[in-house]
């Protein structure tokens, strides 16, 4: 037992208290959410050794190939030593992404890219450098669910503003983003296309963004590495094409989806406030640099031709319309038709997502199938919110998708808890 | 300007008050330390523009070659697709370090370890799952820098502990362990072999140490990455050596230094204590997984022959030789001779390691070179300590290393800052 004088609040009133320490894990360590994604893995696992066939919907994992041109730069690394990089990332690969950054009209130098072991990394060196424990981030919901993560690890409170599934999750009223900014707010955080709704947020929605947080000194984080998936002819609009808020915003980005590569774990951020960089570099220092090869990988991937993401988009686009008319077809089911990324959130009549999600994998199955899907909830930071909802995420073939939906046709109707 | 209620302390106090929200960096942003190793770069490169010859005696990167076999692994990647791992690292990985604990007499489990981007974040993991904002890590100072800023990153305090030069920076006494604990105290962090001072903790320390924690319920962290360079016959004692703290240990461990690959950034954490390993997971599912590629480097990195690390060892000793005898021969200058890593904090007749280390690099030239070196008050956390050493990497060749210390002897002849 340890012995210690402890202050119990009151001005000068010290005395002496035992107290057993134990060896425990953090508060904060506590408080870390579990991913909602694996925690089904031992369900599916056990399913898998009764012989059953799972179609995973459930991950952010494309099926779809990496650039060759990617691969064999690393398969050609010549150096006899894999030396630390610039903390910041390799000049080389800085100076690679500010070409690409030019084919899609937003104009960054080389110093205001920061970059990190993926965007997960680059979004904690953000978090960290624009908010302190206890500060207040704004979040439209449903929402990447590693938010909740990144901001327990940062000691950061997401405060979540509802987007309704009937409105397709499009960006909520003004009114609902100024009713919860608080003298603790220092930043509104979107998702453009939107993981885990698909939903692509328009210029007119941005230009919103910007009136928000350009009257209220809040930084605008936009999480956007989706921005090549974009579908019925419509383009991505990205916070970096916005005016007059060149200092609130800070870009994430990452080769991870955009090149099927999400193993190399490069992501970056951006900004053009340079308080902001200077800062994200001392973090960025203390961990010395981000991935060697995977650099050689992502600087390589900038020169992968169009037609790559033609065909990529193409595929893409079947899929989601074979998973959204699916879907739709389904007796009591709803799924909106987003015009990105490659998952949609749909509305299915039971009573509890998480149970429903677990009951396909551990009591059900069709023609010895089943198929593994996202709880919503897992994305909603408010109780109760998602519990009839699933994510899906569109990473396998259109076949395949299509057989997906004919098992969860089936399973709807057996299923105990049917609303 | 925002409007709000705020408390001012007194219970039931609320008044209306304005303030003027601006658009700010976090204060643990402002807090975070400069890394004392790169501050220099600019007058490095300064000099280097000039046409200065400098010697770079002030990182960890070393100049040894990374085993053709990691190299070759990595040339030779099949799949078409870079996938996530798992969030832990790849169950092969993590077997193969299993094989690789058991020559060294270290019995774990595969689902002990947890695989991180480097040493870096899996230090970051274990701090953030036994320590909250305000909790204590007690460090024997010098200790390596970046500690301080893991310990900022994650709200934490460091208590430095002060080891001597004149006692080689052996392990100090343990009143100055005792007087040092107080109820927010969780854990005690070595580096073993240590960065920056080369000192290798005897079996004796290890016990001390054991008793300690044991006493107390703390936690030891030792970070043992340089565990493989160890010099005059001596062996490398390691914390999970310890009987009867199996609940306390977390070893820190990386392939960076061991061989050679500093830039695949793998590094782990290795734990018998459950609820450490399921709590750290829930941090490494955030981020969703470590760098794929380094993880097949690092993997078939465990297979490099015994061969390699006898060259290497050699090669080593003679530079440590080479410097410490060096130093030593310069008037008022004293090295100790350390048994581990590649590093030795030497004191010198100088009044500010940082000015002096500056001055090398902005003000002199011998034949045209000059040498770059750590200041050592980097290294400490206590304010005002290390004013007269400097940390010297020996990561260079022994011909270079002597014309390095003929460089800085004639460097102190002639230094205006001279005691």
């Not at 369900?43 to 994992?61: D, H, S, T």
């Not at 669910?145 to 409170?157: E, P, R, V």
């Not at 609009?237 to 005016?243: G, R, T």
Request: proline share 6%; charged share 25%.
């Amino acid at each position: 037992m340890r012995f210690f004088a402890k202050n119990q609040g009151l001005p000068g009133a010290f005395y002496i208290i035992k107290e057993k320490i134990m060896l425990n894990i953090s508060k904060k360590g506590k408080a870390m959410p579990e991913s909602p994604i694996r925690k089904l893995v031992p369900f599916a696992e056990a399913a898998r050794k009764r012989g059953v066939k799972i179609y995973p919907l459930n991950i952010g994992q494309p099926d779809i190939e990496t650039p060759e041109i990617a691969l064999n730069a690393v398969r050609n690394f010549e150096p006899n030593v894999v030396e630390y990089s610039h903390s910041a990332g390799m000049p080389s690969l800085r100076k690679k992404l500010v070409d690409y950054y030019k084919t899609v009209d937003i104009d960054v130098e080389a110093d205001e890219i920061i970059v990190g072991a993926g965007a997960s990394e680059a979004l904690l060196f953000a978090f960290q450098t624009i908010m302190d424990a206890g500060d207040e981030v704004i979040i439209p919901e449903p929402f990447y669910a590693n938010y909740n993560g990144f901001a327990t690890n940062a000691g950061i409170s997401v405060k979540p503003i509802f987007s309704s599934i009937d409105t397709g999750f499009a960006l909520p009223p003004i009114e609902e983003f100024e009713k919860n900014i608080t003298f603790k707010t220092k930043a509104i955080l979107v998702c453009n296309p939107n993981n885990p709704t698909g939903y692509l947020y328009s210029k007119e929605e941005l230009e919103t963004l910007r009136d928000i947080v350009k009257k209220h000194n809040l930084f605008l984080i936009s999480d956007e590495v989706y921005r090549e998936f974009t579908y019925d002819g419509k383009k991505h609009y990205s916070a970096m094409h916005l005016d007059g808020i060149d200092k609130n915003v800070i870009l994430i980005d990452s080769v991870s989806k955009r090149y099927s590569a999400c193993g190399v774990r490069i992501g970056w951020m951006i900004s053009k406030n340079k308080d902001v960089i200077s800062t994200a570099m001392k973090f960025a220092q203390a961990r010395l640099s981000p991935p060697t090869f995977g650099q050689v990988a992502a600087e390589a991937a900038v020169d992968t031709p169009d037609s790559y993401f033609e065909k990529v988009t193409k595929e893409y686009l079947a899929r989601r319309d074979a998973v959204v008319e699916g879907i739709n077809n389904i007796k009591d089911a709803f799924c909106p038709n987003p015009s990105g990324a490659f998952y949609v959130v749909a509305k299915l009549p039971i009573d509890d997502s998480d149970k429903f999600c677990q009951w396909l994998l551990e009591d059900f199955a069709y023609e010895n199938q089943t198929v593994m899907l996202a709880p919503a909830s897992g994305f909603y930071s408010t109780p109760g919110k998602g519990k009839d909802e699933v994510r899906i995420s569109y990473v396998l073939k259109v076949e395949d998708l299509k057989a997906s939906i004919k098992v969860l046709d089936e399973a709807l109707k057996v299923y105990p808890g049917r609303r």
